[in-house]
């Protein structure tokens, strides 16, 4: 794990709190290591499991294989992860990366959640209702029966203020990261040629910058395709990969896409990016 990442540098004093059996709310910006660095740091100070709540299946599978390969391990030994249709966790597994959805089923399975040190919910401002009751159980869960379990939250845009005294946590800030951002505006013509229009813009920025790669967000799986056929035979004269990127993929499929290769990427991507 790089030893610059923003979130190394709260997170003796997040575990501190939770090993104290304090619950925390962490505002962390995006790119500062929070859904990758700071559960397995947790897993130093607690002698149970750790489930780190996802938003999306795609996140809790690439999580898992980011930090299990930090590790030098494989996905499912000390790092798993669990989805609907999909499950690399063994009895080894203390720190497991969960949809909200799953999480519901671990509470119905044992409502006590027995094992479990710390639950993470990471990315707390997409709320959902799953994972809004999950979370208003186990919060009534740990002033009850659980006192033991701690509770954590993770977020980039979240108040963390009215989370933490609603919780009765503490807050955990990283120093601010920001990144420029430039926006420009080219429009889709009337008729939706979308494939196009990101193909004129890929053009534009590889003309620039032969080097950079590029993240596209698409509406669905139909867009990708209609897009990935446009760019294809132009990408493969300027040496240029094309990578999809959506929730039904395999995991290999979707590490694939992720990983650092030798030639600049165009990944062309649903929302669960």
Known sequence: ??????????????????????????????????????????????????????????????????????????????????????????PDTRLAYVTDGILATMLAEDPSLSGVSVVIFDEFHERRLASDLAFARLLHLSRGGRPDLRLAVLSATLEAERIADHMGGVVHRTPDVRFPVEVRHAPVPRGGDEAGAVLRAAEALVDEDPKRSILVFLPGMAEIRRTEAKLRPWAAARDLDVRPLHGSLPLSAQAEAVRRGVRPRIVLATNVA
């Open 1 to 90: 794990m790089p030893a610059s990442l923003p979130i190394l540098h709260i997170a003796d004093a997040v575990c501190a709190d939770v090993s104290a059996g304090r619950d925390v709310v962490v505002w962390a910006p995006p790119g500062t290591g929070k859904t990758t660095a700071l559960p397995p740091a947790l897993l130093d100070v607690v002698d149970g499991r750790v489930i780190v709540v996802e938003p999306r299946r795609i996140a809790a599978r690439l999580a898992a294989r980011f930090v299990a390969r930090s590790r030098g391990e494989e996905v499912g030994g000390t790092v798993g992860y669990r989805v609907r249709f999909d499950r690399r966790m063994g």
